[in-house]
């Protein structure tokens, strides 16, 4: 079992760009939740998606979009990149019923430089 | 808004002593509350949890500890190995709808244990 897999590991974009980040869930998971970790900070919750569509959603503007495709494997997209963005970006996935538990698996992230 | 809060960046603590990492809340909504830790270029791994109507759970070397009076937890490590130097992450979950879940993090204390 390969776990929560995320690409790419390394991004670097300049100002203004679009990006988009992919992350694939442990077997047998159907919820992917899509966290933003800046420098000495922890994770921030940006949304969740489950059956396709988005299910819970944090604090973050309407740039951060993303999908979920019929395999559950999800995307995240950040338009307009400004240098803020920079960070650290995890996805993390559980099984619906469980995501309190110890059930929620994190990958090992996508760090986005933004210049 | 920083719902959880880790106000030590780090702990040093000596091998085979007791490491206590603490983590403070403000939402009384949560009801679930976990730690995790975290290595370099690795995603966060789920250590143990607790349930707001515990107040105490026990894993092995890992005991977590809430007091919901004082909306506080800690995480207690007995005894302490270098293989525990990481970064811990406290984190809580308010009740929603069908589990659909928003983790709120701590900023994390990185803790060395030292041979």
């Known amino acids: 079992d390969a776990g929560v897999t995320q690409s790419p590991t390394h991004l670097i974009k300049t100002r203004g760009q679009q990006v988009t980040l992919r992350c694939s869930p442990k077997s047998g998971h159907d919820t992917v939740s899509w966290y933003q970790q800046a420098l000495g900070q922890g994770p921030q919750f940006i949304f969740q998606y489950y059956e396709e569509e988005e299910r819970q959603r944090g604090n973050f503007p309407d740039r951060f979009s993303g999908h979920q495709f019929p395999n559950y494997s999800s995307e995240l997209n950040v338009n307009a990149l400004l240098l803020g963005d920079s960070a650290l970006y995890l996805c993390a996935s559980s099984k619906l019923g469980l995501a309190g538990t110890s059930e929620q698996y994190f990958g090992p992230g996508t760090r986005l430089t933004v210049t | 808004d920083q719902q959880v809060k880790q106000n030590s960046p780090s702990l040093s603590v000596q091998e085979g002593r007791i490491s206590i990492l603490n983590c403070d809340y403000t939402n009384s909504m949560f009801d679930y509350f976990l730690w995790y830790k975290k290595y370099p270029a690795e995603g966060p791994t789920f250590l143990i949890s607790i349930s707001s109507i515990k107040d105490k759970n026990e894993d092995g070397r890992f005991t977590v500890f809430l007091n919901k009076s004082a909306k506080h937890l800690s995480l207690h490590i007995v005894p302490s190995q270098p293989g525990d130097s990481a970064v811990y992450f406290c984190?809580?979950?308010?009740?929603?709808?069908?589990?659909?879940?928003?983790?709120?993090f701590g900023s994390g204390t990185k803790l060395n244990v030292k041979p």
């Open positions: 984190a809580a979950l308010a009740p929603t709808l069908y589990n659909f879940n928003k983790f709120y």
